[in-house]
Nanobody
Framework: QVQLVESGGGLVQPGGSLRLSCAAS????????MGWYRQPPGKERELVATISGGGYTNYGDSVKDRFTISRDSAGNTVYLQMNNLKPEDTAVYYC??????????WGQGTLVTVSS
């Protein structure tokens, strides 16, 4: 079973930037998509951004034009560049990979806090 290791969370001031990374514990030959979801305090988990095996990207409406998702050339690490962060971006950010239609793996989550 592949495991996902997230890093890059922390405390940042409004308007600042952070870069999250998520590395798979082993090479994954092919995937449907890899990406990020988040769960703000007291709210449900929501889509942040995903990138398909073919490189197509999809973003949640609240992060479009501020966040950018990318993958390394080997395809086993996904990044989330977050710019112009807002207090409402405060959440636990979860990395996920959809390997097949029946197989999805989640990371343990990394906390992002946007506060002055």
């Amino acid at each position: 079973q592949v495991q996902l290791v997230e890093s890059g969370g922390g405390l940042v001031q409004p308007g600042g930037s952070l870069r999250l990374s998520c590395a798979a514990s082993r090479s994954i030959f092919s995937i449907i998509a890899m990406g990020w979801y988040r769960q703000p305090p007291g709210k449900e988990r929501e889509l942040v951004a995903t990138i398909s095996g073919g490189g197509y990207t999809n973003y949640g409406d609240s992060v479009k034009d501020r966040f950018t998702i990318s993958r390394d050339s080997a395809g086993n690490t996904v990044y989330l560049q977050m710019n112009n962060l807002k207090p409402e971006d405060t959440a636990v950010y979860y990395c996920t990979v959809q390997i097949t239609t029946l197989s999805r793996v989640w990371g343990q989550g990394t906390l992002v806090t946007v506060s002055s």
